[in-house]
């Protein structure tokens, strides 16, 4: 098999050699140059990761991204630097408005297993690669999954995390192909948006959801659901009523659901989804905005919505606890929608570090896999007694 190939540009030459270390101790080939000038020449379309300090002479990291963007280059991205962390984000977020894959952002000086822990990400995802690429799913065949009803809906836990009273659960569908193994929702909701199943996809889950969310009230299990709704889907002008139908009809209360909405959703057509989201919220649904601060909203918008609910996207949560500009941001999120009247969620809770953090900015709930990860209907009981011992 192929060694993956790296390229470190970083006019460090100690550093630039300690990530050469690191980088081919886990079996990467790697080319190194501390002259950023010579990156040109070094550079070529088999290079499959790219370390690349931002801060250099004679030509900046922000140039040769350029580079890189011009000449169609497929090339993981790590950035580093010693400097101002607001440039790794922006060059971050540039990056990735190119189309480019970013591994991660590494603020010197940092440690070995930091270091691994990035590049184990494109080891992953080449792993992933090498054995789907050939092997993906068609949309026929997501069409008669739904069909045949081979899906399914599992639930991951939400947690007050003052009282670490269970609040309630996200629906999250998945698929198993009968021969190709379990099939990420990366993949089949783009597959599903891009054609004309993603109705079908959010009818079939938000019909599980609530029939399951029927069926705990009937049991004396008092939760929420959230239901994340595709921004494909807001051109419906019947979603409000057809929603609160199906609700009455499996015995299920309808301020006990959560529409999750992404940023996104409301920036495509303003004046169609606030018809809609308004009236979902008037039959008695709340709204959550979902992946806040990774959209293009302004905070016009998220007043005009009638929302109820802001949830942190991970990728802000996740880095809580050793991103001080994550942490600025989450805070702020926290003190906003608390000023709107909101409550709010944040998700990618991963270790207890920062679940305490969460609740020492006041976060009102969280999800995560430290607490809980999605699970069927079945196991939720058992779960809620273990996590309610502990």
């Not at 350029?66 to 790590?78: C, Q, T, V």
């Not at 991951?156 to 670490?164: D, G």
């Not at 301020?255 to 308004?278: C, G, H, P």
Request: aromatic share 8%; proline share 3%; with cysteine.
């Amino acid at each position: 098999m192929n060694r993956i190939k790296l390229l470190v540009v970083d006019d460090e030459t100690d550093f630039a050699e300690f990530v050469a270390e690191v980088a081919e101790q886990m079996d990467f080939e790697v080319l190194s140059t501390d002259n950023s000038e010579e990156f040109a020449m070094l550079y070529n379309i088999d290079i499959n990761v790219i370390v690349l300090d931002l801060f250099m002479p004679g030509i900046d990291g922000i140039e040769l991204l350029r580079f890189l963007y011009e000449n169609e280059s497929h090339a993981s991205i790590i950035f580093m630097s010693g400097k101002d962390t607001s440039v790794l984000h922006s060059a971050q977020k540039l990056a990735l408005q190119q189309g480019m894959t970013v591994l991660g952002i590494l603020q010197k000086p940092f440690r070995a297993e930091e270091l691994e822990t990035v590049l184990s990400r494109h080891i992953l995802r080449s792993d992933t690669k090498d054995t789907e690429k050939h092997d993906l799913p068609s949309q026929d065949e997501l069409r008669q999954a739904l069909e045949n009803e081979d899906v399914s809906v599992v639930y991951q836990p939400q947690i007050n995390l003052t009282s670490r009273k269970v609040i309630g659960v996200e629906a999250l569908l998945r698929w198993k192909h009968p021969t190709k193994g379990e099939i990420p929702a990366s993949y089949f909701i783009p597959l599903a948006e891009t054609s004309d199943l993603i109705n079908d996809v959010t009818v079939y889950t938000s019909k599980a959801a609530i029939k399951q969310l029927g069926i705990w009230k009937r049991d004396g299990l008092d939760l929420q659901m959230s239901i994340n709704f595709s921004p494909k889907i807001f051109d419906d002008l019947d979603l409000p009523k057809k929603m609160a139908t199906y609700t009455i009809e499996m015995g299920a209360d309808i301020s006990k659901i959560m529409i999750e909405v992404t940023e996104t959703a409301i920036m495509s057509d303003v004046t169609r989804y606030m018809d809609i989201l308004a009236r979902l919220r008037m039959k008695g649904f709340n709204l959550a905005i979902d992946d806040f601060g990774i959209g293009h909203s302004s905070l016009q918008q998220l007043v005009r919505a009638p929302f109820s609910e802001l949830k942190i996207d991970r990728i802000f949560v996740s880095k809580l606890d050793r991103d001080q500009e994550c942490r600025t941001i989450v805070e702020v999120s926290i003190l906003l929608a608390h000023k709107l009247g909101m409550h709010v969620v944040a998700e990618g809770i991963e270790n207890k570090n920062i679940w305490n953090i969460l609740c020492e900015l006041g976060c009102d709930q969280g999800q995560g896999y430290w607490m809980g990860r999605p699970m069927p209907a079945r196991e939720i009981e058992g779960w809620m007694k273990n996590w309610s011992s502990l």
